[in-house]
């Protein structure tokens, strides 16, 4: 399953060796039929056929799990927190608190005042670009991206770069999909301030191997923010061992509420960072000729959170805990195995992403349809996939084609499924064919 490029890194051995099956013997089966017992909407139909949802790069369905604990929470613990002493703020603040904490050990950072909440992945890299990034950076400096980033992790920084007067620099894919890496360590110059890279390519499902990216960036002194937003539903996360500065991931990806999303970053760098947006909370106290601003992560935390909306990733990341993520990575593998063969099995097919290591993305264009016709044919058919640009607009033009059809996948997912997508694929042939 390994690339030629993940050679040699300690982080995607880690990763592979867990999710190539090497579990512990008396490991349970995973059990997909009990776990779609838990996710109420993929018991749903759409024009009369069951839902088959492969749209889960787009966002993830939710379990009863999530839904009971934010329901749970405007229910029986609706308060606003770190302001009140009565019994309601204080369980509230302790049920967000307790949110940060899983999301610390879930992906394995050092300490809980590194974990931010935000809004989203995107809110999160803004946040960096707009605060480290203008500390940072200066004219003439480079900031080093990938082609195949997701226009949230390419606008912010062509946004900086346009400010300050440096240069943004893109390291090439090659034509399977995976990052040139001889053309990426050339790309790192005296003048790079930070990398900013993928860990999962949303339109092309490649994982890049990201512990190398950061050692070969640190060791040219340089900062590497990672966009995990595709990586952390599909693989276990080990920020310690990947090493990264930065990391940014969303909570509706990962099976939990719309709203919520998470800024790793190391202590001592946000800590130098100033605040991102100002007001209440990040704050310690206010005159009018001064402020003095809160400690980590609350200084980047301004007015209310979404309470419910950490309190449901926490609820979140416990559901796929009691799952395991090495386990949910060797079942999506076999999935996305099945998956390639089923549409290789189809007439007039293309898949755009081969590479040699890849995460729950299958992108493909077909001869006899646009990606847009694709998308309706099989919406009629009950299969929601998504057809469009992917937000990655410049892959697309790498690639030249205008769009993919995506069917992106996740844990519940079967291979009944996919082969309800092959039919369905049929009949696209036999519409427009
Ligand atoms: N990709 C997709 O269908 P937000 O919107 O902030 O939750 O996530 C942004 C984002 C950042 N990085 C990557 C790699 C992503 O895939 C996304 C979101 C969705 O592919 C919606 S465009």
Known sequence: ????????????????????????????????????????????????????????????????????????????????????????????????????????????????????????????????????????????????????EHHSNIVPWQMLCREKGARLRVAPVTDTGELDMDAFRRMITDRTRLVALTYVSNALGTVNPVGELVRIAHGNGVRVLVDGAQAVPHLPIDLLDIGCDFFVCSGHKMFGPTGIGILYGRAELLEDMPPYQSGGDMILSVRFDETTFNSLPHKFEAGTPNIAGAIGLGAAIDYVNQLGMERIAAHEAGLLQYGTEVLRSVKGVRIIGNAAHKASVLSFVMDAAHPHDIGQILDEEGVAVRAGHHCAQPLMERFDVPATARASLAFYNTKEELDVFGKALERVNEVFG
């Open 1 to 148: 399953m390994a690339g030629a490029g993940q050679k040699g890194s300690k982080h995607m051995e880690t990763v592979l060796k867990r999710a190539a099956g090497a579990l512990p013997h008396n490991t349970p089966a995973f059990d997909v039929a009990a776990i779609r017992r838990d996710f109420p909407i993929l018991h749903t139909t759409v024009h009369g056929k069951p839902l088959v949802y492969l749209d889960n790069a787009a966002t993830s369905q939710k379990p009863q799990a999530v839904l009971d604990a934010i329901s749970r929470y405007y229910s029986e613990t609706n308060a606003n927190i770190h302001r009140g002493l009565y019994h309601l703020s204080e369980e509230a603040t302790k049920a967000y608190d307790d949110a940060r904490h899983k999301v610390m050990a879930f992906l394995n950072a050092r300490l809980k005042c590194e974990i931010v909440f935000t809004r989203g992945a995107t809110e999160s890299i803004n946040l960096v670009a707009q605060t480290y990034g203008r500390e940072h950076v200066k004219a003439g400096d480079e900031i080093l991206i990938t082609h195949m």
